[in-house]
């Protein structure tokens, strides 16, 4: 096969709010190939996405992602990965590159393992998809009194586990961030994991992180998400030198493998967590699994936003039954959660897995996502190099 078509599509909200939450908009990606198609997703804005893909090449480093990947070859996950190392060469210089691809390399697995009739867990070579636990991927409130209703709201639902992050955390005082922490062990009860995400808000600041750490530990947190900056290596080797009890996590922030590795090796994390939206695909997410796989690390997905990220997201971990942890989009926007026709179910014992059906086993709502389509034209020197295409199956 060769690769015919790759479209964007942008789509949003009526109104985008400065919550931080990614499932306000969405860039879906469409891959056409030998009379089969695939989906994906980018984690990232999408207007400069979709620049990537088609702007003007300004040097031979620095070409469009196009450039590698219409008229490529697809017939084996080894041309995905060619496909990438073009990409990674010859856009070196356009730094929304790896955005981009993310969401086109999905595509590419999910339609090749349509034409192979094959799960895409089953082309990395897992034997079986495990089931993984998911946590209910939450805000912290604004108040300790909201964030215990929506911790007891998550349990009602059937989840043993969940996830708060950003909200008031880091901009306030040690006590109040302290009560925020026992709110949401409060409501998801003594039993269940609480997890914590700051969102990089202490930057470099390992004295402002550490002085939290006695409130989370009171409150039994499994871990504390990201509270530096994606780089930040040593910031995180030093927090978790003094974090026993609370393991430290992140990678979310990962652009490339070498991030996610250094970030195991250097910061000295317990859970390193990986978006497929930003990291350049399912391909290599599936590598940085393998080497937490031998670090002793455990891999976490990372996905706040629609089910076809997720699917794409649990591929790469699939068929590792000691990682058993995994992020779910609990209360998205209704933009993100008309994505998919087949949302994946949790299982009567709260797990889930990824599906079994070729591909990435998920059907885009089409019809559901018209509402929501931004119409978009890119013009350079009079010429259009990118319009909105028309949204079907």
Not at 9 to 31: H, I, K, N, W
Not at 79 to 85: E, G, P, Q, R, Y
Not at 320 to 349: G, K, Q, S, T, W
Request: proline content about 6%; hydrophobic content about 45%.
């Amino acid at each position: 096969m060769r690769i015919e078509a790759v479209d964007f599509f942008y789509l949003s909200m009526p109104e985008v709010t400065t919550d931080a939450d990614g499932s306000q908009d969405a860039l879906l990606v469409r891959v056409a190939a030998g009379g089969h198609v695939g989906w994906g997703e980018c984690e990232a804005a999408p207007l400069p996405s979709i620049a990537a893909f088609v702007c003007p090449m300004s040097h031979g480093a620095c070409r469009p992602v196009a450039a590698s990947v219409l008229g490529a070859r697809l017939d084996r996950p080894e041309d995905i990965a060619a496909i990438s190392a073009r990409v990674a060469h010859d856009s070196m210089d356009l730094l929304q590159a790896a955005h981009t691809l993310s969401g086109i390399e999905m595509a590419l697995w999910d339609l090749l393992g349509r034409h192979r009739d094959q799960p895409v867990w089953q082309m990395l070579g897992y034997r079986r998809s495990e089931p993984k636990l998911p946590y209910a991927s939450l805000l912290f409130a604004d108040t300790a009194q909201e964030t215990l209703e929506r911790a007891r709201k998550a349990r009602a639902a059937g989840f043993l586990a969940a996830k708060f992050g950003w909200g008031p955390i880091g901009t306030g005082s040690v006590a109040q961030d302290a009560d925020q922490f026992a709110a949401a062990r409060e409501g998801m009860g003594a039993d269940a994991h609480v997890m914590v995400d700051v969102g990089q808000i202490f930057g470099e600041d390992v004295e402002a992180a550490a002085a939290r750490l006695p409130a989370l530990a009171a409150a039994k947190a499994y871990w504390l998400e990201e509270p530096f900056s994606g780089h930040a290596y040593e910031a995180y080797a030093a927090l978790a030198a003094r974090s026993p009890d609370v393991g430290i996590a992140g990678g979310e922030a990962a652009h490339n493998v070498a991030m996610a590795r250094h970030l195991m090796d250097y910061g000295k994390v317990r859970f390193v967590q990986i978006d497929c939206g930003r990291i350049g695909g399912i391909g290599p997410a599936h590598e940085v699994a393998q080497l937490a796989v031998a670090r002793g690390v455990t891999y976490v997905n990372h996905t706040f936003t629609t089910h076809l990220a997720l699917s794409a997201s649990l591929q790469p971990y699939a068929g590792l039954a000691a990682h058993e942890i995994c992020e779910y989009p609990a209360d998205p926007r209704p933009l993100a959660a008309a994505v998919a026709a087949n949302p994946l179910p949790r299982a009567a014992d709260g797990t889930i897995r990824a599906p079994e059906a070729p591909g990435l086993g998920i059907d885009v709502n089409t019809a559901a996502l018209a509402p929501y389509l931004v119409d978009v034209e890119i013009r350079v020197g009079g010429r259009s190099l990118y319009a909105t295409p028309a949204l079907t199956a």
